[in-house]
């Protein structure tokens, strides 16, 4: 987590250089005084003539300051290994003795990517693409050539650490859309189980009453009567254990795919009595599984390109499932209309 004030790390050999970023990241007021001075002068004058409520001209930052390239990438480490990451490191880029500024900027990038460089010289002898490559990219590594005002200085170090800011709000929101969107799937995967099996003790149950019914062979016309009953009795309940999981599904942000299957189970389960689909079902067209899907999709309306796409082949395929059910049902006459033909039975 972010701390309340931006955390910046000055690194540079000169003393006075350390001294001039100090007093130009220190907060002061909008008139240029320290609250030294703002308190003094309130103690002076009265309520209503001192100042009252002046604002920082800058945010306050949390600064550190270190003089040499090694000490510079160990703050940085540490910084991350506390969860207290620095905003923005200004970093010389000559630091003597030891390794140089651009040694450090390539260490600090491999221990924090999230980290705003400044790489400020008074030398024109690196090459700024070259430590790009290494310790970009190049939206976090910004180049300054000493000497440096104070006003680059405030203006780079409230630009970067708002930037820094920003960066690691949308990361956060990021993450938790992701973790969103991962229950959602996970949501979405259970009640789809949960329907497909109540759809299969659906199944197994009308399996079931059709072989009971098979065997009452003594009494056809009480047989006939009952099964009726029972197949109304069957669809009503299992529309009545299926809509409120439809609606559910239609509610939990579905993608197109999911949408036009979840359609058309709702549109087979409205039409189970239909006496054209008992007629197909029960086997007296002699169609394929395969068939059956296309036929049920046709009578639905669905174009070919929207049958390849629902049941997951090609168009061709779908083109030669329609030719092989109009030569089952007996329409030679290419005229003759397939849904129409499928809608009114044989």
């Known amino acids: 987590m972010a701390d309340p004030n931006p955390r ?36 002076l004058f009265s309520e209503t003539g001192g100042r009252k409520n002046k604002k920082p001209a800058l945010p306050p930052f ?8 090694e000490e510079a990438v160990e703050l940085v480490g540490e910084a991350c290994r506390d969860r207290r990451p620095f905003a923005v490191v200004f970093l010389d880029i000559r630091l003597p003795p030891g390794e140089s500024g ?11 990517p999230a980290v705003n460089l400044v790489i400020v010289t008074a030398f024109d002898d690196i090459d700024p693409a070259a430590l790009t490559a290494e310790a970009g990219p190049a939206d976090k590594i910004l180049y300054l050539q000493k000497p440096v005002t104070p006003w680059e200085i405030r203006q780079a170090a409230a630009a970067l650490s708002e930037k820094w800011r920003q960066e690691i709000r949308l990361a956060a929101a990021n993450r938790r859309l992701e973790e969103a969107g991962r229950r959602l799937e996970e949501e979405v995967a259970r009640r789809t189980a949960e329907l497909e099996k109540r759809s299969k ?3 197994e149950a009308n399996i079931a009453l059709k072989v009971l019914l098979r065997n009452m062979s003594q009494d056809r016309d009480r047989i006939s009567e009952r ?4 197949d109304e009795n069957l669809i009503l309940t299992i529309k009545e254990m299926s809509g409120p999981y439809f609606e559910k599904l239609e509610n939990s942000g579905l993608n197109r795919k999911q949408r036009e299957l979840l ?32 036929a049920n999709l046709v009578r639905q309306g669905k174009s070919n390109k929207e049958m390849a796409a629902i049941l997951g082949v090609s168009v061709r395929t779908v083109e030669f499932h329609r030719d092989n059910i109009r030569k089952k049902l007996g329409l030679k006459d290419r005229r003759a209309n397939l849904r129409t033909a499928l809608s009114s039975g044989p």
């Not at 099964?227 to 029972?230: F, G, I, T, V």
């Not at 197909?280 to 394929?288: H, K, M």
């Open 62 to 69: 949390d600064l550190s300051f270190c003089r040499q390239a």
């Open 102 to 112: 651009a040694w450090a900027a390539r260490r600090i990038r491999r221990i924090d």
């Open 263 to 294: 359609a058309v189970l709702k549109k087979n389960l409205d039409s189970l009595a239909d006496p054209a689909m008992k007629r197909l079902y029960q086997g007296e067209s002699d169609l394929t599984p395969a068939e059956l899907q296309v």
């Open 8 to 43: 910046i790390l000055i690194v540079d050999d000169e003393e006075a250089i350390l001294a001039m970023f100090r007093d130009s990241l220190a907060p002061r007021t909008a008139s240029g005084m320290d609250d030294s001075f703002i308190r003094l002068e309130e103690s």
């Open 227 to 230: 099964m009726r009953e029972m």
């Open 201 to 203: 003790e659906a199944e």
